[in-house]
């Protein structure tokens, strides 16, 4: 009993290290980019208050998939996203004082809104970090467990919208962003659908990557694309919008302006829901 205890804990701690490992590798891109530091100081609070609610439950549902142990009940999963959401916090806060982006003769509503929306994608690299980090023997023991997770519809669903979150959530706080859709026509817009739909689809079923899904033998062509591609690509939408809105990018914006924005982070955000369906 004593071993499987200690076995149980040297195991936790092997998916701690992990996890802050994952937290830099998958945060670094956005711990220094300057237009996250500016939005952490005078983003609405309400706003971040929001991200920072609505990016829990998100670490629940993902740790029931790559927490850092084997997650069998919803309080298992919530431990799981407390201390990934600690993870993604000590991260920020010792790489943006590494960089000098907080510092101790700053007002504290400025460096703790700089740590807090930092720590929101720094968070969900902690539990990418098991998936993305883990060894041979973890991928053995959860096969199982992930084909059985892999047939869940919703589950499908929810695993693009983590993967379009967390790419929208590195590109969305640039102005390149804005630019690009100031200059693209309304034949640009139609191209970049298309474009985004066909490698989403590309990415997962046509491209044979690692972790492909494939279809079954009789199912038509179009299944997929009607039932995965199509309501990923609304899904990815709707992300795109949300965080738009959390970082100021829709306001005192035109309908018309507000839908090319979101066509133009929908590219990078389709990429990155294809994409979770393939490593996730």
């Known amino acids: 009993m004593m071993a499987d205890n200690q076995s149980e804990t040297i195991r936790f701690a092997?998916?701690?290290?992990?996890?802050a490992a994952g937290a830099l590798i998958f945060g670094i891109p956005m711990l220094m980019t300057m237009e996250l530091w500016f939005l952490g100081f005078y983003m609405p609070r309400e706003r971040l208050l929001l991200l920072?609610?609505?990016?829990?439950?998100?670490?629940?549902?993902?740790?029931?998939?790559?927490?850092?142990?084997?997650?069998?009940?919803?309080?298992?999963?919530?431990?799981?996203a407390i201390v990934a959401y600690a993870l993604g916090i000590l991260t920020s806060a010792a790489i943006l004082a590494l960089l000098g982006i907080v510092m101790e003769d700053q007002p504290p509503r400025e460096w703790v809104g700089k740590i807090a929306l930092q720590a929101v994608p720094a968070s969900i690299?902690?539990?990418?970090?098991?998936?993305?980090?883990?060894?041979?023997?973890?991928?053995?023991?959860?096969?199982?467990p992930a084909e059985e997770?892999?047939?869940?519809?919703?589950?499908?669903?929810?695993?693009?919208?983590?993967?379009a979150l967390f790419l929208n959530l590195n590109i969305a706080p640039t102005e390149e962003i804005?630019?690009?859709?100031?200059?693209?026509?309304?034949?640009?817009?139609?191209?970049?659908?298309?474009?985004?739909i066909v490698l989403m689809h590309a990415f997962v079923y046509a491209a044979q990557f690692r972790g492909t899904h494939t279809l079954a033998g009789n199912a038509p062509?179009?299944?997929?694309?009607?039932?995965f591609t199509l309501p990923g690509y609304i899904v990815t939408s709707l992300i795109s919008v949300y965080v738009l809105w959390t970082f100021g990018?829709?306001?005192?914006?035109?309908?018309?302006?507000?839908?090319?924005?979101?066509?133009?982070l929908n590219f990078p955000?389709?990429?990155g829901a294809a994409s979770a369906r393939l490593v996730l």
């Not at 804005?178 to 034949?187: E, L, V």
């Open 269 to 271: 955000g389709a990429v």
């Open 178 to 196: 804005i630019a690009i859709s100031y200059k693209m026509t309304h034949w640009h817009s139609m191209a970049t659908i298309v474009i985004s």
């Open 249 to 264: 990018r829709l306001d005192d914006t035109s309908l018309t302006q507000a839908m090319m924005s979101m066509i133009v």
């Open 14 to 19: 092997i998916g701690l290290l992990r996890g």
């Open 52 to 80: 920072l609610g609505v990016n829990f439950p998100v670490l629940v549902l993902l740790a029931r998939r790559i927490g850092f142990e084997h997650t069998f009940t919803w309080s298992e999963a919530a431990r799981d």
């Open 125 to 144: 690299g902690a539990l990418l970090g098991r998936s993305q980090l883990g060894g041979q023997q973890d991928d053995d023991e959860e096969q199982e």
């Open 149 to 163: 997770a892999s047939t869940s519809y919703s589950g499908e669903l929810f695993m693009m919208a983590v993967g």
């Open 221 to 227: 062509a179009w299944h997929a694309l009607v039932r």
